[in-house]
């Protein structure tokens, strides 16, 4: 059966000292079963806390996060455990998402003890992980211990780990940002082969249009806590229509995943969440804000095949 994963309405709250920051704000998006989605936008976007609430490893304190037709926000006990075992995250820094201590080895029977997998299974299985991520002789790297694996390797290990229990949906939050330049491309060839090749659903989440484009055939492109546009990548970069997307595609002149992007042309940072403008929170930095965005926030308005939250695409009344 198909299986879909709508999240709707979700608000995360990030309890400040004195005020509440909302990090996500009526995010609403559905994935369809095997679909590869980027999440894109700059630090402080949201992404992240989508990623985390999307796989329960945060909670949202509003709205439904739905997994194949039941809202996992509530999920405790045995129901949460069975949850976790059909979804994964993949962390940014595999220097320190694997425990120092682990071999190898050690890592990935981890979750096969967790799930209950018989012992007797353990060694195909993990080599069987090991295989997938493609890294070459298993028997070489399974006693040792993470600090004698490169930077590289070790995010293989990571991903090894997250598809060893052979997961529907997987979140990978910029699983390439802290490695070197030069093994990036190796290790998202890794992870988009084998999400294609398993048919896994998944969410891969980046500030960089270049690595969106190469891994994900949809984006969805959020600013402050909220979705701007959404679309078939290939689409949004030939035809922008939100102007924060435009910026972000004059950044990346020519996307490939080894390049690092100019500044974007829209002038310094986001404001600060906890002090966002009135109406669009993106007129303080858009070149085409006008009267209406200071007071009125877009709501979304299908255009073509996208989504798109900006008053410029409003249907003229
Ligand atoms: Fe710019 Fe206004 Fe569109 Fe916001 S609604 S992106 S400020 S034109």
Redesign the pocket.
């Known amino acids: 059966a198909e299986l879909h994963f709508p999240v709707g309405g979700v608000v995360a709250q990030l309890q400040g000292r004195a005020t509440v920051v909302k990090a996500v704000d009526g995010v609403t998006f559905e994935l369809r079963r095997g679909e590869s989605v980027g999440l894109l936008g700059e630090s402080g976007c949201g992404k992240t806390s989508t990623g985390r609430m999307l796989v329960r490893l945060d909670k949202a304190t509003g709205g439904r996060v739905e997994f194949d037709g039941e809202d996992v926000s509530g999920l405790t006990g045995d129901a949460l455990k069975r949850f976790r075992s059909r979804v994964q995250l993949i962390f940014q820094n595999p220097f320190e998402a694997l425990n120092p201590r682990f071999t190898i080895r050690d890592v990935l029977a981890e979750p096969l003890e967790n799930a209950r997998i018989p012992r007797a299974e353990h060694e195909e299985r993990i080599l069987r992980a090991m295989a997938l991520v493609k890294l070459g002789d298993a028997g070489q790297f399974m006693d040792r211990y993470p600090h004698q694996l490169s930077g590289g390797q070790l995010q293989r290990i990571v991903m090894a780990r997250a598809l060893i229990l052979e997961p529907e949906f997987v979140v990978a939050d910029e699983p390439v940002s802290m490695l070197d330049v030069s093994v990036r491309a190796g290790v998202l060839n890794v992870f988009r082969d084998v999400r294609a090749q398993q048919g896994i659903t998944a969410i891969y989440i980046s500030h960089d249009l270049a690595l969106v484009r190469y891994v994900c055939e949809r984006t969805i492109v959020m600013y402050l806590g909220r979705i701007?546009e959404d679309g078939p990548t290939e689409d949004i970069v030939a035809n922008p229509l939100?102007?924060?997307t435009q910026a972000l595609v004059a950044a990346v002149p020519v996307p490939h995943p080894d390049q690092s992007h100019a500044p974007l042309p829209i002038g310094r940072g986001a404001p600060d969440p906890r002090n966002p403008p009135s109406?669009?929170t993106?007129?303080d930095r858009?070149p085409?804000?006008?009267d209406?965005?200071a007071v009125e926030a877009?709501g979304p308005t299908h255009v073509q095949n996208r989504i798109v939250?900006?008053?410029?695409h409003e249907p003229k009344t």
């Open positions: 701007v939100h102007p924060y109406g669009c993106f007129r858009c085409r804000a006008f209406r965005c877009p939250h900006c008053h410029l």
